[in-house]
């Protein structure tokens, strides 16, 4: 069963904007990660953030985890036609396997 | 992608013949991963080798089998195809099995049961 739930699942922005998607999970985790997949190819590993950390920078991006409210959001600055893709978060609940949500397919216009 | 390789990169198949995937790393890695992604079900992971000869049954593993013999290789099987079964399946690997690192992902088998 998906233990990640992104939100929302399509999201069209102009470049230059801010892109925040939104993952909730339902069980404990050791940490979470997000990962980008371009069409046609396989998945990319952004960012991971570990269950006592609140909050991760790299880049253009951003990551927060609530483990109160079990979510955690991934902001992406300054958006790029290159960041057309579809985006997945992925948590770890230590038992050596990631569980995937079902993607968010974020468009970014010229 | 550097160090994983999926073989083949399309295949298609008649239902009810046995098919094979083979996924190869040159990264030494302890951990290798069979997932399936499919419209609106995102990835689901079908079985995972935590060393060699030694692997574990994901969410969706019914009609699949794997078999790691060595380190680099993690084969996965369709038993008997089946027209479900036609997605993309992507190998991953993983030095720690997720833990403070994450999955580094091959570029995917289309596979097409008809």
């Known amino acids: 069963s998906q233990q990640g739930e992104e939100d929302p699942q399509a999201l069209s922005i102009q470049e230059g904007e801010n892109a925040t998607m939104n993952c909730s999970y339902k069980?404990?985790?050791?940490?979470l990660q997000w990962y980008r997949q371009n069409s046609g190819r396989g998945l990319v590993h952004l960012i991971l953030?570990?269950?006592?950390?609140r909050e991760k920078h790299s880049g253009r991006l951003r990551v927060t985890l609530d483990t109160s409210k079990k979510s955690s959001s991934l902001l992406i600055t300054a958006s790029r036609a290159a960041d057309t893709a579809s985006y997945f978060c992925?948590?770890?609940?230590?038992?050596?396997?990631?569980?995937f949500g079902k993607g968010i397919t974020l468009s970014v216009r010229p | 992608d550097a160090g994983i390789t999926q073989s083949p990169r399309h295949k298609v198949t008649e239902t009810g013949t046995p098919v094979t995937l083979r996924c190869h790393q040159t990264?030494?890695?302890?951990?290798m991963y069979w997932y399936r992604q499919d419209p609106g079900h995102g990835l689901r992971l079908i079985h995972y080798s935590y060393g060699v000869k030694d692997t574990d049954k994901g969410e969706v593993s019914d009609g699949y089998s794997v078999s790691r013999s060595k380190t680099e290789d993690f084969l996965l099987t369709l038993e008997s195809a089946t027209s479900s079964q036609t997605s993309v399946y992507f190998c991953?690997?993983?030095?720690?099995?997720?833990?403070?690192?994450?999955?580094?992902f091959g570029s995917g088998t289309r596979l097409t049961v008809v």
């Open positions: 990264e030494n890695h302890r951990y």
């Open positions: 953030i570990r269950s006592n950390e």
């Open positions: 991953a690997i993983s030095e720690t099995g997720g833990v403070g690192y994450g999955y580094t």
């Open positions: 992925a948590t770890d609940e230590a038992n050596s396997k990631l569980t």
């Open positions: 069980t404990s985790i050791n940490n």
